[in-house]
Structure formats: C-alpha cells, structure tokens
C-alpha cells in the first residue's frame, strides 16, 4: 500500500506557473504507475497526466499538453507536475494517484488517491 500527500498548490493569475509535488511513503513506489486527477466541482474528474513506472511513457490529456510536464524521482518517492501558461480552465482540485498495473496509464485506473490540492488561475 501506499500513501500520497499533494503539496504546492495554491492561486496564481493566467499564464503563470505552479509545481505540483507528490510525496509517496510506503513500499515499492518505483513499482507504481503515478497520476495526477483534477476535479471541478459539478463535473467528472479528469486524468491529466500519467507516468509509468520507470518514468519511460508518459501520457497528458489533449488540454495540458505542451504546458504540463509529470515527472518522478523514484530515489526519493517523489512525483511532481510542472504546470506552466496556466489558464482559469486548469482551476481544479489536483489528486495524486498510483496504480499497481502499469496499464493505468492507459486505463485511467488507478488505486490509491491523496486527498488533493487546490489549484486556482484568476484571469
């Protein structure tokens, strides 16, 4: 099992940048494929970005690529996401996920969730 804590979020005007990080404790985190959700109240949450478990293959959803960035340092169970030329359409609640399968990247399946951070972009 493992635990995920989400730091870093927090308000910024359009077109600004914020570091999402992901501190992961328990076993095995190099094994798990890593995530970011975000969620708008009122409508379903959304995968943005994934990472397998090795950092090789990574997935963004249409609206964030070029501007995101996820990546992980498995030494120090760390998983961050890079957000820049933000957009009042990026204001969410941010979730750290991880997966056991790396066909989570794919699926959008994940298994254990932090509790999230908020992320606002005021125009």
């Known amino acids: 099992q493992v635990q995920l804590v989400e730091s870093g979020g927090g308000s910024v005007q359009a077109g600004g940048s914020l570091k999402l990080s992901c501190a992961a404790s328990?076993?095995?985190?190099?094994?798990?494929?890593m995530g970011w959700f975000r969620q708008v109240p009122g409508k379903e949450r959304e995968f943005a970005a994934g990472i397998r478990a090795r950092g090789a293959i990574v997935y963004y959803i249409d609206s964030v690529k070029g501007r995101f960035t996820i990546s992980r340092d498995n030494d120090k169970n760390m998983l961050d996401l890079q957000m820049n030329s933000l957009t009042p359409e990026d204001t969410a609640v941010y979730y750290c996920?991880?997966?056991?399968?790396?066909?989570?990247?794919?699926?959008?399946?994940?298994?254990?969730w932090g509790q999230g951070t908020q992320v606002t972009v005021s125009s």
């Open positions: 996920t991880a997966a056991r399968s790396a066909a989570a990247i794919r699926t959008g399946r994940f298994d254990y």
């Open positions: 328990g076993h095995s985190f190099s094994s798990y494929a």
